[in-house]
């Protein structure tokens, strides 16, 4: 009888325990998207990364050596495609362009990433005015992107950005040094 209180006593603590110190929610972006514009519409333009979570340190590797990274999105030459284009400022001071495209998924914001069938990506609205987050899964990673419209948004924001991602148990984080000039995007 008292191990059946016990348990009933713990079950009820759990319940409790997970009501007040749940995740917040960041809800997914839909197809009418920002500003009641149609997706992609909002999202086009460009974007700074500013920060990334994951489970392990591993799944964040590729940015170890970033100082800043700067995108544009564009449409893309059929009308279920987006174009990526990005300069990647490394510590060293060297500029690295890269270019995607993404593969609009039909009635919502899922992205496929061209020549990556393993890779998916998410879009999800942020609490903070001009930034977005990123929720990227592969095959053997998963991580989440904050990105900013502007390159130093407030420090509230990021604060936000690692608590929810903490929250979601993602123990490896990083926030890009933007100590360095932002490269210059090409046209091509």
Known sequence: MLHQIWAALLYLYGIVFNSI?????????????MDRKEFPEPHLGKWYFIA???PTKEELANFDLVDNIVFNMSAGSTPMQ?????TVRLKN??????????????????????????????????????????????????RFLFYNRLPYPSEKCVEEFQSLTSCLDFKAFLLTPRKQEACELTSN
């Open 93 to 142: 001071g060297y500029c690295k362009p890269r270019k995607w495209t993404y593969h609009l998924t039909e009635g919502s914001t899922d992205l496929r990433t061209e020549g990556r069938p393993d890779m998916m990506t998410k879009l999800f609205s942020s609490s903070c005015p001009d930034g977005i987050i990123l929720k990227e899964t592969g095959q053997g990673y998963q």
């Open 52 to 54: 990334g979570a994951a």
């Open 21 to 33: 110190f749940q995740c917040p929610e960041h809800r997914q972006l839909t197809t009418l998207g």
């Open 82 to 86: 987006l174009q990526l284009r990005a």
